[in-house]
Nanobody, 125 residues
Framework: VQLQAYGGGLVQAGDSLRLSCAAS????????MAWFRQAPGEEREFVAG?????????YYADSVKGRFTFSREIAKKEVYLQMNSLKPEDTAVYYC??????????????????WGQGTLVTVSS
């Protein structure tokens, strides 16, 4: 599985941004897709997703619930992260990930075997 994330940039607090991740896989339906982020000096953390390509529930970190939305477009083999009401603490490198972990592990980075290269989101105050 190859993942290509893009769409990051520099925005101001309160702005919106949409990240995209293009995925290539021979049989992608069994994969769960998710977004993680890593701020400088911090560990990589789950942001949103955990949904299979075939459908299911998207999960969210408490810190982004109500502001971020995970979605996918099957025909394009892309997943998205719509980020609204951005805050300076959202500043991080955002990674898309794919894996075959079970539902109870969707928030763990160890459940994802494939990672994109990351895209930087910087939110100024």
């Amino acid at each position: 599985v190859q993942l290509q994330a893009y769409g990051g940039g520099l925005v101001q607090a309160g702005d919106s941004l949409r990240l995209s991740c293009a995925a290539s896989a021979r049989d992608g339906n069994n994969y769960r897709m998710a977004w993680f982020r890593q701020a400088p000096g911090e560990e990589r953390e789950f942001v949103a997703g955990g949904m299979r390509w075939s459908g299911g529930t998207a999960y969210y970190a408490d810190s982004v619930k109500g502001r971020f939305t995970f979605s996918r477009e099957i025909a394009k083999k892309e997943v998205y992260l719509q980020m609204n009401s951005l805050k300076p603490e959202d500043t991080a490198v955002y990674y898309c990930a794919a894996g075959t972990g079970i539902q109870s592990t969707v928030r763990l980075h160890s459940a994802y075997a494939y990672w994109g290269q990351g895209t930087l989101v910087t939110v100024s105050s």
